[in-house]
C-alpha cells in the first residue's frame, strides 16, 4: 500500500492554483497522505489535513507549521538527537507552472533519490515552453497549428492576419491569453503577454474551432484514458473559466464524438506520452479543425491532476505508482583512481 507526499505551492504565477489542487485531492486521494508546501522562499512547511484550507496560507499562518528540510532519500525535521525523516513511499508534484513544470523540481526529486509521481526533466522542458512542445509534436507526427514567437526586444513586430490568440511562450493555466481582431488590440494584447514572459507564441484564432481534452498514464496494463471533455467555454477559455471551476470532483462534460475523432485523438496522446512522459498523470489539450486533431498543450502536472476525468482516480494513482520509470544505477567504486595509484606505488 501507497502513501503519498503531495507537494505543492512553489514559486509561480500559478501558486495559487497549485494550493486549490492540493486542497481538492486531500478528500479525493482516499490512501494516506501527507503535505508539503513550498513557499515564496522556497522553504518546505509540513502541513496538517486540518490546515489544508485557502486562508492558511495567504494569511502566513502556514509559518506555524513544522519547516522541514530536503536531502538524500526524502524530507527530514530537526529533532533533539537525529534528524527525523519524514515517512512517505512516494511524492506527488502538484506544483503548476515554473518550479514545477519548468523541471526544477523533478531535478531536486531526483538528485536526493526520492521516488515521485509527475513529468521528469526532459519532459518538463519540452511541455514548459509552447515552441518546444510544438516542434516535439512535430518529431512525433502530431500536427499542431502554424505559429510566430516574437521576442519583447524585436524592433519590427509581425503584421498578422487577424484575428489571433497571443499566449505568453511558458505559462499555463490561459494566464496571460488574448484574442486579438485589429491593430490596436494585438498591440494591447502583447503588452500584457510581456508582462509575463519576455517571448510570446502567436497563433491563428478560428472561431470554428473545437477544443477537447485527454488525461491518461501509461500502466503495466498499457494506457489508462480519461473521458474526452468537451470544455465548456465561449470563444476562448480564460483563466477564470479553465481554472475557478477545476476544484469540481464531477460534472466534466464527456465529449459525444466518432470513433474516428476518438482514435485521432487516443493515438496523438500515445505518441506524445511515450516514452518522455511516463510517469506523469498529464493532460493534453487537442483542437479539431476540419475534422482533423490538432495539439494545443500538454500540461504534465494538470489541475488537480485531472482527476475529475476519471471514473476511478485512485486506481489511475495505483496503476501509475506500479510503473515509474526505471533509474539506471551508477557505480561508484573509485576503480579508475584507484588503478592509478597502483601503478605510482610500483
Known sequence: MKNYAVIFGGISYEHEISII?????????????????CDKKRDFYLIAKENMKAKYFSSGEYKKSEQIYLKYSGFYKKALLKDKKIEFDLAINLIHGKDGEDGLLSSLLEFFDINYIGPRVEASVVSFNKEFTKLYASSKNVPTLSYQVINKFDKQKPKPKYPVVIKPLRLGSSIGLSVAKNKDEFEYALDVAFEYDNDVLIEQFYDNIKEYNLAGIKSKDGFLYSIVEEPKKESILDFDKKYLDFSRSTGANKAELPSNIISQIYSAFESIYEPLFEGAIIRCDFFMLDEKVYLNEINPVPGSLANYLFDDFNL???????????????????????????????
Do not use: Q
Not at 489542487?21 to 508546501?37: C, E, G, P, Q, W
Not at 496503476?319 to 592509478?340: E, G, Q, V
Open 316 to 346: 489511475v494513482l495505483d496503476k501509475i505508482s506500479s510503473n515509474l520509470p526505471k533509474k539506471r544505477k551508477i557505480n561508484i567504486d573509485y576503480k579508475y583512481i584507484n588503478s592509478i595509484n597502483a601503478v605510482k606505488c610500483k
Open 21 to 37: 489542487s492540493a486542497i481538492t485531492l486531500k478528500d479525493v486521494i482516499k490512501k494516506d497522505k501527507i503535505f508539503i508546501f
